[in-house]
Every structure is written in structure tokens, then in C-alpha cells.
T-cell receptor
Framework: RKEVEQDPGPFNVPEGATVAFNCTYSNSASQSFFWYRQDCRKEPKLLMSVYSSGNEDGRFTAQLNRASQYISLLIRDSKLSDSATYLCVVNMRSLGGGADGLTFGKGTHLIIQP | EPEVTQTPSHQVTQMGQEVILRCVPISNHLYFYWYRQILGQKVEFLVSFYNNEISEKSEIFDDQFSVERPDGSNFTLKIRSTKLEDSAMYFC????????????FGNGTRLTVT
């Protein structure tokens, strides 16, 4: 069964703090990983792809741990505008082909408090 | 920045009626998708489309659903004989390549079946 699991939260975090959350996936052969951000009743928007060696984009750092089958997202110096739901997305297809392999987690709800 | 556009933004229909949801993918993208998100639940894959035919579909995408690319720009999702449980946000997405490429989502059509 294809599964992407996330802690739904909410994570209530003061502005300026660092927050991290994980996502686990069931298919060890999964090849591509993404974090999307979704605001209330809006479309998912790509935040960042997750690469095997880990990658950083400004205040955001993504890590992949293949051995334990999880990816993580760390947000430093959190802003009020970071409040959103963060969706973990995994391509479950072992050969990386086909969009049906894009499995979404239910999301982690983050609330940044002033 | 090019966008995926969807119309209408909100569609209300009576149970048993047919609806057509419309999407204009990004012009140089080759892969097109429909996803849905029932309120409070995760984003679910419905169907992918490439080279004028369905490439993959989920178990949700049964005979009630069909997709079409009637011209060079539009990509439509038809839902026949709508049911109450079809009420959801329907997102169209496109990508320049399949497989490991991230998706660009439209802003969605909220379908309400009464």
C-alpha cells in the first residue's frame, strides 16, 4: 500500500523560531521527493524538491534519509507568512515514471504566532 | 511567470447532473493531470494525460470520469451523473516532463454537488 505519513499538527511556533517536521514513506524504491506548501483553500505550490544529499533554499532545508525512509523540512527564522500546511509528496514509482506515483501526505499544519 | 488556469473557480450542480471542469495548462508543458481534494483530506491523484491519451489513472477515476484535450490549449475533466461525494476541490496540474518533475497546479475548481 502506498503511504506517505505526516504529523498533522498543528505546530504552534513563535515568530523567529526554528521548526522541523518529518514525513515517512512506505516505498523504499521511491525516487523523487518534494515539499509543497498549501494555504487554506488554495492550490499546492512547490516549495522545494528534496535531493539525496540534502538541499537548502534560503531559510528552508530539506533532508532525505533513505535508510529510515523519511524526509524532513526545517524552517529557520520563521515568519508569520510561513503559516500554511506543508505537504510531503513522494513519487512512489521505482523508475520515476508516471504521475500516479505522486502520492501526497495529508500535510502538517504550521501556525506561526507573533 | 506562466500559470495553469482553471475555470470556473466554483461550480454548484445538482446530484445526477454532468459537469465539465476546464483547465489551460502551461503552454510548453507536455504532461497534464487532475487531482482532487475533499475538504479536510489529502490531495488525491485522478489521472495523467500525455500525447493525447490517458497515461495513468487511479481507482477513483472510474467510468463516471473522462478527460479530453479538445484543442491545443484546453484540458477538461468531465464528471457524469455527479454524486454528493464528488464535492471537492479539483486541481489541474501540468509539468514539462513526467516522472520526477514537480507539478504546477492551477488554483482549482471547487465543485459542490447538492
Amino acid at each position: 500500500r502506498k503511504e506517505v505519513e505526516q504529523d498533522p499538527g498543528p505546530f504552534n511556533v513563535p515568530e523567529g523560531a526554528t521548526v522541523a517536521f518529518n514525513c515517512t514513506y512506505s516505498n523504499s524504491a521511491s525516487q523523487s521527493f518534494f515539499w509543497y506548501r498549501q494555504d487554506c483553500r488554495k492550490e499546492p505550490k512547490l516549495l522545494m524538491s528534496v535531493y539525496s544529499s540534502g538541499n537548502e533554499d534560503g531559510r528552508f532545508t530539506a533532508q532525505l534519509n533513505r535508510a529510515s525512509q523519511y524526509i524532513s523540512l526545517l524552517i529557520r527564522d520563521s515568519k508569520l507568512s510561513d503559516s500554511a500546511t506543508y505537504l510531503c509528496v513522494v513519487n512512489m514509482r521505482s523508475l520515476g515514471g508516471g504521475a500516479d506515483g505522486l502520492t501526497f501526505g495529508k500535510g502538517t499544519h504550521l501556525i506561526i504566532q507573533p | 511567470e506562466p500559470e495553469v488556469t482553471q475555470t470556473p473557480s466554483h461550480q454548484v450542480t445538482q446530484m445526477g447532473q454532468e459537469v465539465i471542469l476546464r483547465c489551460v495548462p502551461i503552454s510548453n508543458h507536455l504532461y497534464f493531470y487532475w487531482y482532487r481534494q475533499i475538504l479536510g483530506q489529502k490531495v488525491e491523484f485522478l489521472v495523467s494525460f500525455y500525447n493525447n491519451e490517458i497515461s495513468e489513472k487511479s481507482e477513483i477515476f472510474d467510468d463516471q470520469f473522462s478527460v479530453e484535450r479538445p484543442d491545443g490549449s484546453n484540458f477538461t475533466l468531465k464528471i457524469r451523473s455527479t454524486k454528493l461525494e464528488d464535492s471537492a476541490m479539483y486541481f489541474c496540474a501540468s509539468s514539462p516532463q513526467g516522472g520526477n518533475s514537480p507539478l504546477h497546479f492551477g488554483n482549482g475548481t471547487r465543485l459542490t454537488v447538492t
